[in-house]
């Protein structure tokens, strides 16, 4: 091979872009899932007669379930290969799917719910070990690019499918979607994916097992009930939260003990890893907590319908599609420390617009926002995501995958639960209305509710004044939230800054005879 040849990485040959394929099914099927629920649980509180904390349940133990199986993939990766694994996991999450459109009550829709988490939650672990082990890590950033348009684009798809099938067909549809593609994806992984060769079993590490995944678990209900609860003092969640975190501490002291721990936070050595996987961190809460908001300011304060809501975020999508295989490319051949901030500016320059949100912004001036801060999302998430596996070897892909998941996981929930939390006791502090109350409730209606209230319809013999000043007051609690998302953005620029800025020296490079014998056959 020349030194020019060495120099340029080699092209995704189609035997790869098969195996990508195969991921990127399963990754649309379970990011997706998540931001089209979300749009239904105003239609499970009318069809199964619950409270809002009830249907919630559906979206919690969803979570729950991701938090518990994702530290055992990369072990069960390891001891019964990623082909055999990947294909249970579809079939449990499309067996799940299926199951959740039969439910009859809100109880069996939630647990339900948790056995599509279960596969859910070793999905994209999974499928992030089987697209670094073919790509090799001189092309991983061009994969990673491609693994990325299910992962940026979910959020904004999942809104409008959510509303379209609702209002076109019924909620049962939000979860029969995913049969033909998960029938599609099993097919197609049988014939894709490379025939398992899975290494001798490594010991199982129950210990820290019943450490981490409970502590996990209880760790991230406590997080997701703050917007219930609108307050980390409520039982349900220092309690939950402060257990949580202390079997979670306890098992980084523990997990250094055993050869071979259930997440191996020994890789953190790997300071590119490290570096990489704090930003990453930071990004995901930032990214999550804003992925909430956008959205719901189009709904409770433009009082725009939920499929129109989807359509207003597009743009967002838009530029990230424009951005991302150009990220990827560039991912291959200049250090990410190079390119990331600048994606990160652009970022924190169309989300500064929505921090002057008021009830009458200019449409095209958000959508424009949007899609500036679609072109850098699209040069942000999978570039740090491939400077963090890229100087893995191969034995160590399937847990440094996990270890990222993870760490988005638990990002991804508390980004959710900040924001949630502060848009809500911005709400909480407006005006009562004399005279008014809640028929359900009997406890009385604030103007901010009943702005919100009308917005969506609801026939309330009220002042036009009164509606006026709640509206006014709902922008300006969004407003105020989206300086929290801002600032959060500004903090990512910290970690990011220690990125890498120089090629990773040859030793720190997987050799080609590290790549397993059956990826190196295609």
């Given at each position: 091979m020349t030194d020019t040849a060495a120099a340029q990485p080699a092209k995704l040959d189609a035997a790869v872009l098969k195996i990508a394929g195969v991921v990127v099914l399963g990754a649309i099927m379970s990011i997706l899932d998540i931001t089209v629920v979300s749009v239904a649980l105003p239609t499970f509180q009318t069809e199964f007669d619950a409270t809002y904390a009830q249907v919630a349940w559906t979206l919690t133990g969803y979570t729950l379930a991701l938090a518990t199986v994702i530290p055992l993939s990369g072990w069960a990766a390891d001891r019964f290969g990623t082909k055999r694994l990947y294909m249970l996991a579809l079939f449990l999450f499309t067996a799940g799917s299926v199951l959740c459109a039969t439910a009859g009550s809100i109880e069996q829709l939630v647990a339900?719910?948790?056995?599509?988490?279960?596969?859910?939650?070793?999905?994209?672990?999974?499928?992030?070990?089987?697209?670094?082990?073919?790509?090799?890590?001189?092309?991983?950033?061009?994969?990673?690019?491609?693994?990325?348009?299910?992962?940026?684009?979910?959020?904004?798809g999942g809104p409008i499918l959510g509303g379209w099938l609702i209002e076109a067909a019924s909620w049962h549809w939000v979860f029969l979607i995913n049969l033909p593609i998960g029938i599609i994806g099993l097919v197609y992984a049988q014939f894709a994916l490379p025939k398992d060769n899975p290494r001798p079993s490594e010991s199982f590490d129950f210990v820290g097992m019943l450490m981490l995944s409970p502590g996990l678990a209880l760790f991230l209900f406590g997080v997701s009930s703050l917007p219930e609860t609108g307050t980390i003092t409520a039982t349900k969640v220092w309690v939950t939260m402060l257990i949580g975190a202390a079997l979670v501490i306890?098992?980084?002291?523990?997990?250094?003990?055993?050869?071979?721990?259930?997440?191996?936070?020994?890789?953190?050595?790997?300071?590119?890893?490290?570096?990489?996987?704090?930003?990453?961190?930071?990004?995901?809460?930032?990214?999550?907590?804003?992925?909430?908001?956008?959205?719901?300011?189009?709904?409770?304060?433009?009082?725009?319908?939920?499929?129109?809501?989807?359509?207003?975020?597009?743009?967002?999508?838009?530029?990230?599609?424009?951005?991302?295989?150009?990220?990827?490319?560039?991912?291959?051949?200049?250090?990410?420390?190079?390119?990331?901030?600048?994606?990160?500016?652009l970022i924190a320059l169309g989300f500064f617009t929505f921090t002057q949100v008021g009830t009458d912004t200019s449409y095209l001036l958000l959508c424009g926002s949007l899609f500036v801060m679609g072109l850098g999302m699209g040069g942000t998430m999978m570039p740090i995501m491939t400077s963090a596996l890229r100087t893995l070897t191969s034995s160590e892909v399937a847990r440094g995958s996990t270890l990222v998941n993870i760490l988005q996981q638990i990002g991804g929930s508390i980004g959710t639960a900040i924001m949630s939390v502060i848009l809500t006791s911005h709400l909480n502090g407006s005006a009562e209305i004399p005279g008014v109350t809640n028929p359900g409730t009997g406890e009385p209606v604030t103007e901010a509710q009943a702005a919100i209230a009308a917005q969506h319809g609801a026939q309330m013999q009220l002042p036009p004044d009164v509606l006026q000043r709640g509206l006014s007051f709902v922008a300006d609690s969004f407003a105020s939230t989206f300086w929290v998302g801002f600032i959060l953005v500004l903090a990512t620029f910290i970690p990011i800054a220690f990125l890498p800025r120089k090629k990773a020296p040859a030793s720190e490079t997987p050799s080609a005879d590290e790549v397993p014998a059956a990826v190196v056959m295609h």
């Open positions: 339900y719910r948790v056995l599509q988490g279960l596969g859910g939650g070793m999905l994209m672990p999974l499928g992030m070990t089987i697209m670094t082990r073919a790509a090799g890590p001189e092309r991983i950033g061009r994969l990673m690019a491609v693994l990325g348009i299910p992962m940026l684009l979910g959020p904004i306890g098992f980084v002291f523990y997990s250094f003990k055993p050869k071979h721990p259930l997440l191996d936070l020994r890789l953190f050595r790997n300071k590119r890893l490290a570096v990489s996987t704090i930003s990453l961190f930071v990004f995901i809460i930032a990214f999550m907590g804003a992925g909430l908001l956008f959205p719901s300011y189009f709904l409770q304060v433009r009082g725009e319908s939920t499929l129109h809501a989807g359509l207003l975020m597009a743009p967002q999508g838009i530029g990230a599609m424009i951005t991302m295989p150009i990220a990827g490319m560039l991912a291959d051949r200049i250090p990410v420390g190079r390119t990331v901030p600048f994606a990160m500016a």
